[in-house]
């Protein structure tokens, strides 16, 4: 027993050394059993979680789950907690022997832990705050080292990238002069791999640079360890080519003074090479050209080349780079170059003005200024959008005295044509006046057939002369066209009706066509608008000898004009036949002058070869264009394309017709064009036709027409279809007992004045000449469905019907008034002309007197006061143009006006703007033609009379 006690003793006195010994330990201690229950601990322990051994707690039951959430961070969630406390007591039983774990109180600690045989785990904490500092600082420097390494590498890379921004490579030499680095881009302009440059001499570079380039002075620059810039040379790479190569570089030292080697830059300029040859060669074209440049901007001079001196006669000491602009101005205005009073500054508010900045025109500002020694220079000036000003001397000189030349040999030109216009027409106007005189007198077979070739011929030598003068004029650029508002319709029929007669002597068919939805009036020149298709329909005429010859007139394309209810619409104009047609290799002389399709002495049809070349003049002039198409054998289609203001214009003369809209009318023709021509025309005033094409179906129209009860208001028949003739047509119908009194149209191609015997019983109430006028035909057939026309009126007025209708006048504009007045006052100096005026108004039933100039004329007009005069031009003593200024002083004084007609053989440009502005009211050109001559007495008479009329009854 005592050993016993002994034993007991010594464990208990061990145990008590070692509980004191783990309770003073500065190291945490700690036991937990099986259960995780603490069984054992340190003071320090205790210490080390406060708030887990509180005053009075049960320390006995205290858990590792109660310890580890007394200690847990207050700042945890419910759930962080608890995967806290799941986490260490995991670790309280792993096989990790060591753990490092924080708590709120006692912050980091190293826990070496241990399990005894019977599941007890031991532990002990180590405080390893200080060494958790340490680490975070080491890591803390550790992080600042990589940010600064970064730092370095972002600041390196900058580096580079600006250096490559203003060149295209970077390079480095050592010491020895030796490539030590060359940047990858190297490869792409010199063809060689960076890295094959590393180790070469500059000297060794040489053998790929371009022969006869000396680089002496550039290696002794980098021998003596000196800065270069921009040192330009020629690389020839592997293939051949040649680049241009700038390098630039800047020697490195050290502290000491040290020589390391060049840090440098190359760029690629070949571009930059090029430029700069291409400024050199215009640089020196600039000081070699004979034209002044001087470049300025508002305030001074930039550049100037040796002709602005030499032309403009200015000293040099002006014209020095940088030199006020001023100065050179006020030279100028001192020299006498400029009006009085203009100033410097007045002149440089004009340039500015002038040219605009951005205008690329060197016309912009133009001035033509003669020196004192007679040389002429052009000055033109243009600006850029910087404010400079580029000005352009020119030494015009000889291009002024060729001018001068050619505008006094146009001059010339114009004299002579004027007066061989004159010298031909006078002559030319007694031959054909006394021929169409002579026609209308008694004569034989043979007298007869004598004064027609005079006429022909002289009709032909006319139009030979007028087409050499128009050409002249086109030729000299001196045609000017006069628009004015016209019916274009008319104009082509007036075109149709002087050529019908040509057309029915060779006895074929002439069709005219406007498109209906066109407007009434054009504004254009009508008189060259009919010139060019009288000469293409006379063409067609001249070359068909079987068929027909048609023109149309059609809308391509309309858009808005230049005033409210004017379209411009696009027409297309053509004139088609069925003659002899073009040959192909033809077609594109056809329009040349002097151009003939036939050019052999043989030919069979005559002309001068300039018609066709005048009309492409003409087109050409308003803007057109004129082309052909043929086939041999099948005929030809000439058209021209031009552009027209055109606007719509009431027409009171068919006012009544839409009130017969629905009338039913029967045509007849066996011309399927004239068919479609007259059905379209009719259609436009919604009248209900029916077409046929001879003589025999119009009976069956009519008959079938008689059994159905249809009435027919008006027949159309052409004269001269196949199988029964007009006049045994027209004694058929008036058989049919339902069409005695229905109103008949002929139309005929053929002048039916020279059968008078045949129409003379002919029961129609109206004759027509084809192509029959839009208006006249629509006004006769108005007058007949409204019964204006009956045959009793038709019989007495056939021959009105038969031709254009002449304005009527009033019975009394013969007969004088005052016993001392007269109708007719004809100034003409030429004794043949006279003769001709003196038998034309013989006939006429007007009284007249005839006087030798313009003086005469002035003197007679004083006493006789003639109703209207006409007036020669070139006369002696005093010419019509003086005569007629003279006489509108006059009639100021009375308050009166009288027509005056100039008849003039002159031909020149601006003669008929020299009448007008004289105060002439109406032109003639010699020849005068005793119809023409008196359809425009006949006109103005009206008009005078229509204009009495209005006054009276105004007053």
Known sequence: MPKRNLEIERIIREHKILSEAIEHSPIPFSIFDENDKLIFWSKNYEEMHPNAFKENAPQTELTLADILRASADPDFTEDELENHITKHVKLQRSDKIVNEVRNSSAGWRRVTKYQTPSQAVCGIAIDIEDLKDREIQLEEARTEAEESLTQLNIEKKRIETIATTGCDWFWEMNADLEFSYMSPQIEYFTGIKAKDWVGRKREKTELAVSKGVNFDAHLETLKNHEPFREFDYPFQRADGSVRWISISGAPDFDRNGKFLGYLGTGSDVTVQMIEKSKLETVIFALRTIPDGILIHNHDKILYTNPAVSKLMEFPKNLLKTGNPIKDLLNFEIARGDHAEGVTAESLMDVLRQSVKPGQNNVNAFRVQRTLKNGKAINISVAAGSNGIFVGLYTDVTSLVNAQQAAESADRAKSEFLANMSHEIRTPMNGIMGMAELLAKTELDVKQKTFSDVIVKSGASLLT????????????????????????????????????????????????????????????????????????????????????????????????????????????????????????????????????????????????????????????????????????????????????????????????????????????????????????????????????????????????????????????????????????????????????????????????????????????????????????????????????????????????????????????????????????????????????????????????????????????????????????????????????????????????????????????????????????????????????????????????????????????
């Open 464 to 955: 030979i002369i007028n087409d050499i003068l128009d050409f002249s004029k086109l030729d000299a650029h001196q045609m000017e066209l006069d628009p004015a508002p016209f019916s274009l319709a008319e104009a082509i029929e007036d075109v149709a009706t002087l050529a019908s007669s040509f057309a029915a002597n060779k006895d074929i068919e002439l069709t005219v066509r406007v498109d209906p939805k066109l407007p009434d009036v054009a504004i254009g020149d009508c008189g060259r608008i009919r010139q060019i298709i009288t000469n293409l329909v006379g063409n067609a005429i001249k070359f068909t000898d079987i068929g027909y010859v048609s023109i149309d007139v059609s809308e391509t394309e309309r858009r808005d004009g230049p005033k409210d209810g004017h379209r411009l619409h696009c027409l297309n104009i053509s004139v088609k036949d069925t003659g002899m047609g073009i040959p192909e290799n033809k077609l594109n002389k056809i329009f040349d002058k002097f151009s003939q399709v036939d050019e052999s002495a043989t030919r069979k049809h005559e002309g001068t070869g300039l018609g066709l070349a005048i009309s492409t003049s003409l087109v050409e002039l308003m803007g057109g264009e004129i082309s052909v198409e043929s086939e041999i054998g099948k005929g030809s289609t000439f058209q021209f394309k031009i552009e027209l203001e055109m606007y719509a214009e009431n027409d009171d003369r068919l006012a009544n017709l839409r009130n017969k809209a629905g009338s039913k009318i029967l045509i007849a023709d066996d011309s399927s064009t004239n068919r479609e021509n007259l059905i379209e025309q009719l259609c436009e005033y919604q009248f209900d036709c029916a077409a046929v094409d001879d003589g025999y179906e119009t009976i069956a129209f009519l008959e079938m027409a008689s059994q159905k009860n249809l009435n027919i208001d008006a027949i159309i028949l052409d004269y001269q279809m196949p199988g029964i003739t007009g006049r045994e047509l027209v004694a058929k119908i008036r058989t049919m007992r339902d069409y005695t009194q229905t109103p008949i149209i002929t139309l005929s191609s053929i002048d039916l004045n020279s059968r008078n015997e045949e129409i003379k019983y002919l029961d129609v109430q109206a004759q027509l000449i084809k192509p029959a006028r839009k208006t006249l035909l629509l006004q006769t057939i108005q007058d007949v469905l409204t019964g204006k026309l009956d045959n009793e009126k038709n019989a007495d007025n056939q021959n009105t019907l038969l031709t254009l209708p002449p304005l009527q006048t009033n019975s009394t504009l013969a007969i004088n008034t005052q016993q001392n007045q007269i109708d007719i006052l004809v100034c003409e100096d030429n004794e043949v002309n006279q003769t001709v005026f003196k038998h034309i108004l013989d006939d006429s039933g007007y009284s007249y007197e005839i006087v030798a100039n313009g003086q005469l004329g002035v003197d007679v007009f004083k006493v006789k006061k003639p109703r209207l005069i006409l007036m020669d031009v070139s006369m002696p003593v005093m010419n019509g143009h003086d005569a007629t200024v003279q006489i509108r002083k006059l009639e100021e004084e009375l308050g009166t006006h009288t027509p005056i007609i100039a008849i003039t053989a002159h031909a020149i440009r601006g003669d008929v703007d020299l009448c007008l502005e004289a105060g002439m009211d109406d032109y003639f050109s010699k020849p005068v033609s005793p119809v023409s001559l008196m359809s425009k007495i006949e006109n103005w008479f009206a008009k005078e009379q229509l204009r009495a009329d209005k006054m009276n009854a105004n007053s």
